[in-house]
């Protein structure tokens, strides 16, 4: 959830990635789900959640996601966020996670991408 920075007369300035195709950009299956569960995870070394997301159809998902900073349990729960599914699942500090939470890292915590109007859980991002 970072970018590549350069130095530039004495600030840092954002720089694009390396170009991707068209294919390789939707080979990433980027789904919306419902957060139904929420909850601190101790073990983590950066604060972090296990949440668990309902993608409908395809099913319930679990991903640690650092978004203590800004958020509680109470404000994710309900919440449509938008996640990577096809990624292989990963342990993180006893964590299985299942897929990745998008977000946008600022100064004050990671934002976490939702979706502007209730859509169906496990629709697709185009």
Do not use: H, W
């Amino acid at each position: 959830m970072s970018f590549t920075e350069s130095q530039k007369g004495g600030e840092i300035a954002p720089q694009a990635a390396d170009p991707v195709s068209v294919e390789q950009f939707f080979a990433c299956d980027l789904r919306v789900g419902t957060v139904i569960e929420c909850q601190l995870n101790p073990r983590a070394r950066k604060p972090s959640f296990k949440l668990t997301i309902d993608f409908g159809p395809l099913g319930q998902r679990t991903s640690s996601a650092q978004l203590v900073a800004l958020y509680s349990p109470e404000t994710l729960i309900s919440r449509q966020i938008i996640a990577v599914l096809n990624f292989p699942p990963r342990n993180v500090a006893g964590v299985e996670s299942q897929c990745l939470v998008l977000g946008i890292e600022t100064p004050e915590g990671v934002v976490v991408l939702d979706v502007e109007r209730p859509v169906p859980n496990g629709s697709r991002v185009s």
